[in-house]
């Protein structure tokens, strides 16, 4: 049974910064896409940002490009948001996912084809 546990939200002023962590199990991780999606209240989910098995290609959501950096430990199974500058509407629930193909696509983001879903991690900006 595939588990994703996402780590690190809280609340920050704008501007601030937040790693974010989702550490998985169940699954060959090494050779799985994982992306970040994220929902605010009251609002359809976003994908954030994905990245492919390897870390050697990702892909960002127009909104956060240039403030926030994926990564992942493949010793470690383990995915990373690194999110900077952050604004009001960052604010959401933070999610991640997983799904058993090397590669991710901007289209991933989009429709959200993702197989396995973590519980969430709540992120509060305030200005």
């Known amino acids: 049974q595939v588990h994703l546990v996402e780590s690190g939200g809280g609340s920050v002023q704008a501007g601030g910064s937040l790693t974010l962590s989702c550490e998985a199990s169940?699954?060959?991780?090494?050779?799985?896409?994982m992306a970040w999606f994220r929902q605010a209240p009251g609002k359809e989910r976003e994908g954030v940002s994905c990245i492919n098995y390897n870390g050697g290609r990702s892909y960002f959501a127009d909104s956060v490009k240039g403030r926030f950096t994926i990564s992942r430990d493949n010793a470690k199974n383990t995915v990373y948001l690194q999110m900077n500058s952050l604004r009001p509407e960052d604010t959401a629930t933070y999610y991640c996912?997983?799904?058993?193909?090397?590669?991710?696509?901007?289209?991933?983001?989009?429709?959200?084809?993702?197989?396995?879903w973590g519980k969430g991690t709540l992120v509060t900006i305030s200005s």
């Open positions: 996912a997983a799904v058993d193909r090397s590669y991710c696509y901007e289209s991933d983001l989009r429709y959200g084809a993702m197989q396995y």
């Open positions: 169940g699954l060959t991780f090494v050779a799985a896409a």
